[in-house]
C-alpha cells in the first residue's frame, strides 16, 4: 500500500489518516505536536507494517472536536475507531498525549490492545516530579518550547518546530499557524484542569493485558523518566527502555533509537 492521507468515518466524524505500508497492522497515536503526517518515523513504520496514523478529533483535518469533552471521549471514539476498521485487537503505538489514550484504552478495554508501546506518555501524575506545563509557555519565546521537548536544541527537528527570532506568528503559513492553535486547544480540552492526567488511570492499569514497553528519552523535561518506571511498576508485566541524550520529542530526535525498539519488542513472540 502506498503512503497516503485519507479519510474515513467515524462516529459521524470525518477522520484524516495517514495510511501506508504492508504486513502486521499499527496504530500509531500522535502527541499534541499532531504529528499524523508522514514524518521520517512514520515513513519508517510504513516500511515494516501497515501503518495507520489518523488525526484525533480537533488536529489537522479531523473533525468532532465538539464533542470531545474529557479524555473518556477520545477513548470511546477510538473504540469506535477500531470497530470501523474490524479489529478485534491491534497493536498501539503512542506518543504523549497518543500514549494517555493508549494506556486509557487498554486499561478500559484491555481485550481490544494486543502490545502497547508508552513513548513519554502523559496520563498519570508524580506529585514531587509534576508534568510541565505546556500551556504555559509564551509564544513570545518559541526557543523555550525547544528547551522542553528536545535535548539537543540544535536538531534539526527542534529547529523547524521553532520560530525564529523576531519574525511573529503572523509571518508563519497560515495552516501552519491554524493547526498550531486547533492543536493547542484540543490539547487543553483534555489535559488543561486536571494537568494532562486522568487521576483514575492509576488504579485501572492493573487491567492491562497487553503487552507493554515503556519507551523514554533519559532527558525528557516534559514527563521526566519517573512516569516511564511508575507505568512500567503499575502494568503487569511491562518493561521500561530509556533512550539516552533524548528528550520529549523521541520519535523526531532519535528515529533510529525508536524504529528499532518498536520493531524489536512488536516481533517479540
Sequence with gaps: MANVVTHLEVLGRRIQECRGGSGKPLLYLHSAAGEAIWLPHLTGLAAKYELH????PGF???QGIEQIRDIEDYVYHYL???DVMGWKSIDVVGLSLGGWIGAELAARYPERISKLVLVDAVGIWIREKPIADIFAIDSRHPEKLQQLLFHD???PMAKLMAVPR?????NLPEEMVINFMNALAATAKVGWNPLLHDPRLESLLHRV???TLCLWGAHDRVVPVEYGEKYAKLIPGASLEVIPDCGHMLPFEKTAE???AVTRF???A
Design 166 to 170: 523576531g519574525a511573529g506568528v503572523q
Design 153 to 155: 536544541v540544535d536538531h
Design 209 to 211: 493485558t497487553a503487552k
Design 60 to 62: 489537522l483535518g479531523s
Design 266 to 268: 512488536i516481533g517479540q
Design 53 to 56: 496514523a489518523p488525526a484525533h
Design 80 to 82: 469506535a475507531y477500531l
Design 258 to 260: 525508536f524504529l528499532a
